[in-house]
């Protein structure tokens, strides 16, 4: 009996780890794809990226990656990860010195299938983030700023705006301003 | 011959996993927001359940019945964690849809029940046939459910948009699965079920 179960846990052990070592480089490989795909998706073309950064801001740990041109720098993707409505969200964030957002792209989410998820797809509320100025508010406009929310997905909406304040704030800190973050969650606001 | 075409055929209809059995429910229920990722979600649980069904049916006479249990019950997870390595590497796409559901394929009751009442008790041959009919049937059930849920949810078919507007949200919602799921299982009993 135990000899049997002994040899069966084994025997799945060494599958197990043969996958594991077979698969690995090609999950590591797609993952960084994706990663990639979204960088390059968020920031203006041109300029060189830099490694992966980290930077702590009120208190949580950002990933962010630089890209520069002429010695100056031209942008910032910065990694911003929320709660949502059904877990965390997870944006890219490319953000221009000035504050202004160039674009969003969503790295991971669990929002509901045919509602929050429609944050990946719908046309009018990702074609808003494209080059969304600083001199506006990251608030949806039912808090009074002037965020489009997503129809019937308002706490994914809020928690997706909230990702992108937390990214420009982060922003504004590395080019020396002090800005608070605001690392509530999205969906403890109703 | 005719015999395997039936053992095929059991698992569409006699052994309809979703709507026969009643198994699986947590799957059906959660994944079926759409046709594509109820065929997903179909196609990965048959993968578990042909392989499993051979490697019990094949290790079952070696096995002493006190640790039966535990023995499946490694083989299938070992399968899952497989199956979920692979998705990752080659189509990190499904994996990011699927993702959360695939562990939760190792408690399956179809999984466990197929190696329980038949893997554990017939040939290696049978077996896979069973899990192939099995895990079809399954796949055919949660695409059905997916079609239907998102032609009234959300206005499309496998993606393509049949008419303009979003459809009736409740649909792709928790409680549209119920109602979808219960008139499915009502209509099979009454028409194919003999």
């Known amino acids: 009996m135990v000899l049997c179960l002994t040899a069966v846990c084994l025997l799945c052990g060494a599958v197990l780890g043969l996958v594991y070592a077979a698969t690995y480089d090609a999950i590591e490989a797609a993952s960084l794809k994706a990663l990639q795909a979204s960088i390059g998706q968020v920031l203006p073309e041109g300029g060189a990226l830099s490694e992966a950064n980290h930077v702590e801001v009120g208190g949580q740990d950002y990933e962010y990656y630089l890209s520069t041109g002429d010695g100056k720098t031209l942008a910032y993707a910065v990694k911003s990860t929320v709660s949502g409505f059904g877990g965390p969200l997870t944006l890219m964030v490319g953000v221009l010195p000035d504050g202004t957002v160039y674009n969003t792209s969503v790295l991971s989410h669990t929002e509901t299938p045919g509602l929050g998820a429609k944050c990946t797809t719908d046309a009018a509320f990702v074609g808003q983030w494209k080059n969304f100025p600083a001199t506006k508010s990251l608030k949806l406009k039912k808090d009074g700023g002037d965020v489009d929310a997503i129809t019937a997905s308002t706490i994914t909406s809020r928690a997706y705006t909230l990702a992108v304040a937390n990214a420009v704030a982060v922003v504004k800190n590395l080019e020396g301003e002090s800005v608070a973050v605001d690392a509530a969650s999205g969906a403890s606001a109703y | ?194």
């Open chain 2, 1 to 194: 011959m005719g015999k395997k075409i039936s053992l095929i055929l059991d698992g569409f209809v006699k052994n309809n996993p979703t709507f026969v059995l009643v198994l699986g429910m947590c799957p059906t229920l959660a994944t079926t927001t759409s046709a594509m990722n109820g065929l997903s979600m179909g196609l990965a649980t048959l993968f578990v359940l042909v392989l499993s069904n051979i490697a019990i049916s094949a290790i079952a006479p070696m096995v002493p019945d006190k640790v039966h249990i535990p023995v499946y019950i490694v083989v299938i997870a070992t399968f899952v964690t497989v199956l979920q390595l692979l998705m990752q590497a080659f189509v990190p796409s499904v994996y990011a849809t699927l993702g959360l559901f695939i562990p939760l394929i190792v408690v399956n009751c179809i999984v466990l029940g197929r190696a329980e009442a038949f893997a554990g008790k017939n040939s290696v041959g049978a077996s896979a046939l069973d899990g192939i009919g099995v895990g079809l049937g399954f796949t055919a059930s949660l695409v059905v459910i997916g079609l239907v849920r998102e032609i009234l949810g959300s206005g499309s078919a496998f993606g393509w948009k049949l008419f303009p507007g979003d459809g009736v949200l409740a649909f792709v919602m928790a409680p549209g699965a119920f109602l979808v799921l219960g008139y499915l299982m009502a209509l099979f009993n009454k028409y194919l079920k003999k």
